[in-house]
């Protein structure tokens, strides 16, 4: 049972990371810029946190955690939140959806891999390798589609540096034990407004318009606050590699919003690449599933 859930809460956390991209670039085109967008829905989301940590009584159970867990929390937010976002968020203003997630996930697949066997000391086996590589691949047919020019290396720098932060943050956050939860999400969102505040003070002042409101309000409560604590939970129950890898599903979803909501069609290279992803997440859930059977 604890595999299963931890497998539908990744997979959940994906659903909701592959809004991102959609939501954020029909909302420049409002003309609300990125480091704006990274900002205000970090704010929205604690501002709708806190009010619920308030009405369900749990507000002195946040402010007793972020005292015990300040500083692990402080350094979790700076990957997790303001490395990912600021920099996630300014790709897209480059980069179509699909560049952008391939490129983060890639670099945070890497990321994840890396700091793992090095602050986990986990053991990584076969099963673990073959999938990844099988992602990768996938990873790398989206990649090989654009190769021609279209491929803006600003944005290529910025999703990579995204994907480092998030790679970072998957493998900081189990380490510290910090926890999961929605008291964890709104210490993780104090500290992630608070980094992104900086950039945004520091430029021209803008603020959201009334046709903003909605698709913030829906970036807020959806990839903010529902994807991270869909991801939090999924720390809980499973290695932190795993849980990036079944995050590779996210690109699927992005394309398909990105398909319906932006009008940026699939190619064959992009539909023979998620298949890739999708045979990397059925390898890895049979090797973890016959790794749980051979421990019990």
Not at 52 to 58: G, H, P, R, V, Y
Request: proline share 3%; charged share 10%.
């Amino acid at each position: 049972m604890k595999l299963y859930l931890g497998y539908i809460c990744a997979i959940l956390a994906a659903i909701f990371n592959g809004m991102i991209g959609v939501f954020s670039v029909k909302i420049m085109h409002l003309g609300l810029p990125p480091f704006a967008i990274a900002f205000y829905k970090c704010l929205i989301s604690l501002a709708i946190l806190t009010a619920w940590l308030c009405a369900t009584n749990q507000f002195g159970q946040w402010i007793k955690h972020l005292k015990t867990n300040y500083f692990k929390i402080a350094i979790c937010a700076f990957f997790g939140f303001f490395i990912l976002y600021f920099f996630e968020t300014n790709a897209y203003s480059y980069s179509k959806v699909s560049v952008v997630v391939f490129f983060l996930l890639g670099s945070a697949t890497l990321t994840t891999f890396i700091l793992s066997a090095i602050l986990h000391k986990q053991k990584v086996r076969i099963y673990e390798l073959f999938s990844c590589g099988l992602a990768l691949v996938g990873l790398s047919l989206v990649f090989g589609v654009y190769s021609s020019g279209n491929i803006h290396l600003e944005g290529l720098i910025l999703a990579i540096i995204a994907g480092i932060g998030y790679g970072a943050f998957l493998t900081l956050s189990p380490f510290f034990q910090i926890g999961s939860g929605l008291i964890v999400v709104n210490s993780l969102l104090l500290f992630g407004t608070l980094y992104l505040f900086i950039p945004f003070i520091n430029t021209k002042l803008v603020y959201p318009t009334f046709s903003d409101m909605p698709l913030l309000l829906l970036l807020s409560l959806l990839p903010t606050i529902g994807g991270f604590w869909c991801t939090t939970k999924a720390l809980t129950l499973l290695k932190s590699n795993t849980v990036q890898l079944l995050e590779l599903s996210e690109p699927i979803f992005a394309i398909i919003m990105a398909y319906f909501f932006l009008e940026q069609h699939l190619t064959i290279f992009e539909i023979i690449g998620g298949g890739f992803i999708l045979s990397a997440i059925y390898v890895n859930y049979h090797g973890s599933k016959k790794s749980h059977t051979q421990k019990s």
